[in-house]
């Protein structure tokens, strides 16, 4: 008798359940995979959101209610209580600080984006002695920490007869640092070098080059380079706190400090004061965050 041969086309027994498995897994894994992230989202956004959230409710309470205690998270009686926004921007000075500030940070954004931008061009364009030296030096700068080299820094702008100046945080943030260097560096290498000799065939120096041709095209990282260096100047203290220690002249985060006496601090109006800090700088970012993620993205990608 020959052996009964089952059909080719016919599924043996027991392979569908084999079958079901090994598709569900992928599938559970994706499930997974997609929970995953959103849970590291939203851990993120709370561990972001969550301080910001604490310093505006304390804004809206009265020392009475942080003498009183009941947590950081708790609600304040009056949700509409702006006296300490009103204490904060009288007492604080913060419109004449928004006035200091707003002057340091056009001369020292300007010098960083004109430097930057030239020292790039150099590095990129021409081929000279101890180019790579040069790169080299910009990222060891950049690399020693400040506060090692502030006493002869403040030597040299005290000597200058710029203490107490509003231009001595502009020439110390003038100063150009290697990220700025690097994100006009990654643009510049994007245009064409025969646009450069095209220009000069026509007689142009290299000077012209630079104004009539490199510089135009580099406005997203202009932009890049303005919204990363303004909020770094923005927000420091440290500068503004050595070099400018009157009142006249104080910026928005020394202004804050006012609030900060020897046997404590007004931590209402702290807070108020920092809200009012930080609506600029949030408004400004959701309105240019578009320039910093296509400026880094295209940067890195030329």
């Known amino acids: ?34 929970w995953l992230k959103y849970l590291s989202l939203v851990v993120a956004a709370v561990v972001v959101l969550l301080p910001l959230g604490v310093v505006f ?25 702006v006296a300490n926004y009103g204490t904060a921007f009288t007492d604080g000075r913060m419109l004449g600080a928004f006035g200091n500030t707003a002057f340091i940070l056009f001369f020292a954004i300007g010098g960083t984006v004109v430097i930057g931008s030239m020292t790039a061009y150099a590095i990129d364009r021409f081929d000279f002695r101890f180019r790579r030296l040069v790169l080299v030096a910009f990222l060891v700068a950049a690399l020693v920490p400040g506060v090692t080299t502030q006493v002869a820094t403040f030597q040299i702008v005290n000597s200058l007869g710029l203490f107490d100046s509003l231009w001595a945080p502009v020439l110390l943030y003038m100063g150009t640092d290697i990220v700025s260097i690097y994100i006009f ?28 041709i490199i510089f135009p095209l580099l406005r997203p990282a202009i932009a890049t380079v303005v ?12 500068i503004p706190f ?41 408004v400004a970012f959701l309105f240019l965050q578009r320039f910093i993620y296509n400026g880094f993205t295209r940067g890195a990608t030329r």
Do not use: C
């Not at 020959?2 to 994706?30: H, I, K």
């Not at 910026?251 to 109006?269: D, N, Q, V």
């Open 57 to 81: 409710l304390t804004s809206l309470k009265t020392e009475r209610e942080l003498a009183d205690g009941g947590g950081a998270l708790a609600l304040p009686r009056d949700l509409f209580n």
């Open 242 to 282: 050595l070099y400018l220690p009157s009142d006249e002249r104080g910026t928005i985060s020394t202004s804050l400090f006012r609030f900060k006496g020897p046997f404590g601090a007004h931590w209402e109006t702290i807070s108020a004061g920092a809200v009012l800090v930080i609506v600029p700088t949030l």
């Open 227 to 238: 919204i990363i260096k303004g909020i770094t100047v923005y927000n420091d203290f440290y």
């Open 1 to 34: 008798m020959s052996a009964r041969v089952p059909w080719a086309g016919v599924p043996s027994a027991g392979s569908g359940s084999a079958r079901a498995p090994r598709a569900r897994a992928p599938r559970a894994r994706a499930v997974l995979a997609g």
């Open 185 to 212: 560096l990654q643009f510049i290498r994007g245009i064409p070098v025969s646009l450069d000799e095209s220009a000069r065939l026509d007689g142009a120096g290299p000077f012209t080059v630079f104004r009539k």
